[in-house]
């Protein structure tokens, strides 16, 4: 097996796994995130939780993974170099924020909830991909 089928194989793990973790979370229904939001109503928790379990996770895999010379399938390590935020950043933070919080959806939980057959997420990932569309049609101007 070539190291580009290895790749994706592991990309397909990974991602099942995570909408697995996503569904057990109920982070796939947006009701949960909006009742995070709403502190000073109907309060839903959750999310705090799955925040808090989703960081010590990182953390002490993040901390294995800098320890090793290099990825296991690949010859170096991808991460990013800018460490200073710009405008380009902070609006789109800002933009996928507000979505998030006026959506219940982000792009993990919606993707996840296409396979209940949810309009709503359909209507998510759809206008989703559109504006990855236009934004690569902009950037390339």
């Not at 973790?21 to 995070?36: D, E, H, K």
């Not at 390590?77 to 460490?83: D, I, K, N, V």
């Given at each position: ?6 790749r ?121 991909v ?12």
């Amino acid at each position: 097996m070539d190291a580009g089928t290895k790749r994706g194989l592991v990309a397909l793990a990974s991602g099942a796994l995570f909408a697995i973790g996503l569904v057990v979370s109920g982070m796939t229904q947006p009701a949960n995130v909006i009742g995070f939001l709403d502190v000073t109503g109907d309060w839903r928790p959750a999310l705090m939780f799955v925040m808090v379990g989703a960081i010590a996770v990182n953390a002490a895999v993040y901390r294995w993974v800098r320890g090793r010379r290099a990825p296991v399938l690949a010859e170096t390590f991808s991460l990013p170099t800018q460490r200073d935020l710009d405008a380009r950043l902070i609006a789109g933070a800002a933009i996928f924020g507000v979505g998030w919080g006026l959506g219940g959806y982000c792009p993990g939980p919606g993707v996840t909830a296409l396979a209940s057959g949810s309009l709503e997420a359909v209507v998510f990932v759809g206008s989703m991909v559109a504006a990855m569309w236009v934004v690569a049609r902009i950037e390339k101007r």
